[in-house]
């Protein structure tokens, strides 16, 4: 088996880089490693590795907005290396701060590429407060997305978010057509849902942040970009089940591992 080789990638404020790796690392035939992005400006080539994850966090303090700096730092510094990785088939997910800055690249929605106009956001939460909570996803897409290859369609996922910056919004003026196109694209990977799977309508707490559409992750048009604001590395573990300790029988595993095996049985 030829060895896959990804790259998480972090900075200054990075705080989910250790648990983002050892997901990966529980996949045999996975190498991962924890990049500082000066290493890829040196000494690390972006083209040497399968796969690209922009881990949770508060990059650069969220100085600006959340996402921002890191993403002006790719743009400006990682342009062409960013282009040749996604032009070479290779697979990039970004979880909640890595969601943040692809949306600020303007990888994702990812209509025409790296656009320098951003048609989509994450505005600070209506609660105009950090949310911690577990909440729950239903997996939206037809097939398009590699991350949700091995989540049937309607399947809910119960995994944790953490953010203050996560509601998801598309330009005012044309956000309907934008909405039409995501669903052309078969783009819409996750929404926030109830217990029992009905939609969550803008109703808080099961959409924790206000988000349009109650879109909790997207994937570009080709389904090998994806972000998305819950944490799937911090429900890998049945044991990180919130009430675990209350199971008769604790699984291995909990939801966040099926986004793990998505990828990786794309890249294995």
């Known amino acids: 088996m030829s060895e896959t080789k990804a790259c ?3 900075v200054g404020g990075t705080n989910c880089d250790a648990e983002t790796k050892r997901a990966l690392d529980e996949f045999e035939g996975v190498e991962s490693e924890i990049i500082h992005i000066n290493q890829l400006e040196k000494e690390k080539n972006l083209l040497d590795y399968d796969c690209l994850v922009f881990p949770g966090g508060f990059s650069y303090g969220d100085h600006i907005r959340a996402g921002a700096v890191f993403a002006n730092k790719i743009t400006t510094s990682l342009r062409t290396e960013l282009e040749n990785f996604v032009e070479s088939g290779g697979l990039i997910m970004g979880i909640c701060n890595g969601f943040q800055v692809l949306i600020e690249t303007g990888l994702l929605p990812g209509f025409e590429g790296i656009s320098k106009l951003p048609t989509a956001s994450l505005a600070i939460n209506e609660s105009a407060k950090y949310e911690c909570r577990w909440i729950r996803l239903k997996n939206e897409n037809n097939g398009n997305c590699v991350f949700t290859q091995e989540i049937n369609k309607g399947k809910k996922l119960f995994i944790p978010i953490g953010h203050k910056e996560g509601r998801f919004i598309l330009k005012k003026e044309n956000e309907k057509e934008l909405l039409e ?3 052309e694209n078969d783009q819409i990977v ?3 849902c109830d217990k029992e799977g009905s939609y969550a309508n803008g109703k808080y707490p099961e959409n924790p942040n206000g988000a349009f559409h109650d879109i909790a992750g997207i994937c570009d048009p080709s389904g090998r970009i994806f972000g998305l604001m819950p944490h799937p590395e911090r429900a890998y573990y049945g ?4 009430n675990w300790t209350q199971k008769k029988e604790v ?3 909990a939801d ?3 986004i793990f095996e998505s990828m990786m049985k794309h890249l294995l």
Do not use: A, D, N, S
Request: overall charge positive; hydrophobic content about 30%.
């Open 181 to 183: 196109k995501l669903y």
């Open 8 to 10: 998480v990638l972090r």
């Open 190 to 192: 996750f929404r926030y």
């Open 256 to 258: 966040g591992r099926l």
């Open 239 to 242: 044991e990180q089940l919130p």
């Open 251 to 253: 699984p291995e595993y």
